[in-house]
């Protein structure tokens, strides 16, 4: 049997927090070393800034590796190659794991593309349980009756037939099952992700009392062989309520 790749939490670093920026004609998103998360994004069309530094859930950090925590506070070494529209992170969690990702624009309005590298440097197969968990940032919450804020994920079935499963978040909710794309949305903006095999768990959170949405997205187990990595291909929206690009 593989070993299980459950080392320890991983420990919370002091360390300078760094930021880089990708620029589209749409967007501006500020990629900090923490966790290789983002901690804003200025929408230039509205005029409005999102903010994920302080969030309950960071936007696009990685959370867990199977069952190793902590990720999300780890510092990222990070680059931005020149004129590429690409922001590449990487941190070597342990002696025998590796995480690497990289943003990146797409040709299509708020939609990037994000590349998720797990590689194992050890000398023996490692069994993450649960695949990566992914946070998905958290939105303002808006009490609208006509457009409330909601967690929704949708569903292909084996006939090809596609579900779209909406329901209003309250408290703690998740689901257990293959669906091909989820997250969260308010009365203006959304924040949805989705891989191209399926995600396989997901977990939104709208704790009473508090004024924001969140949510966090796990893949299926997998194992790695020494030496060999696994890469995740996401695709990442967040913008205004368009969902044709998913």
């Excluded at 991983?10 to 004609?25: D, M, Q, W």
């Excluded at 967690?151 to 209003?168: M, P, S």
């Excluded at 796990?218 to 998913?246: R, V, W």
């Amino acid at each position: 049997l593989p070993a299980d790749a459950s080392l320890s939490q991983a420990p919370a670093s002091n360390f300078e927090e760094k930021t880089v920026c990708i620029k589209t004609l749409q967007s501006d998103i500020e990629i900090s070393n923490k966790g290789g998360r983002i901690n804003s994004v200025f929408l230039k069309k509205y005029n409005d800034t999102l903010h994920f530094n302080d969030s309950q859930t960071p936007l696009l950090s990685i959370l867990r590796v199977g069952t190793l925590s902590g990720i999300e506070y780890l510092p990222f070494e990070v680059s931005t190659p020149e004129e590429s529209g690409t922001v590449n992170a990487r941190c070597k969690i342990n002696p025998e794991v590796e995480v690497a990702t990289s943003l990146s624009s797409t040709p299509f309005d708020y939609l990037y593309s994000y590349k998720v590298s797990i590689k194992n440097n050890g000398g023996k197969e490692l069994f993450f349980p649960d695949g990566i968990e992914l946070g998905s940032g958290s939105l303002p919450f808006q009490n609208n009756t006509t457009y409330p804020t909601l967690g929704f994920a949708r569903y292909t079935v084996e006939n090809k037939t596609e579900f779209q499963d909406y329901g209003k978040v309250n408290g703690r909710q998740s689901i257990d099952e293959t669906f091909h794309w989820g997250g969260i949305q308010n009365t203006t903006f959304c924040s949805i992700l989705s891989e191209s095999s399926g995600l396989r768990k997901a977990t939104w959170i709208h704790l009473k009392d508090e004024k924001i949405i969140s949510a966090s997205f796990s893949t299926d187990d997998f194992t790695l062989p020494a030496d060999q990595e696994k890469i995740l291909t996401f695709n990442f929206y967040l913008g205004p309520k368009l969902y044709f690009h998913m």
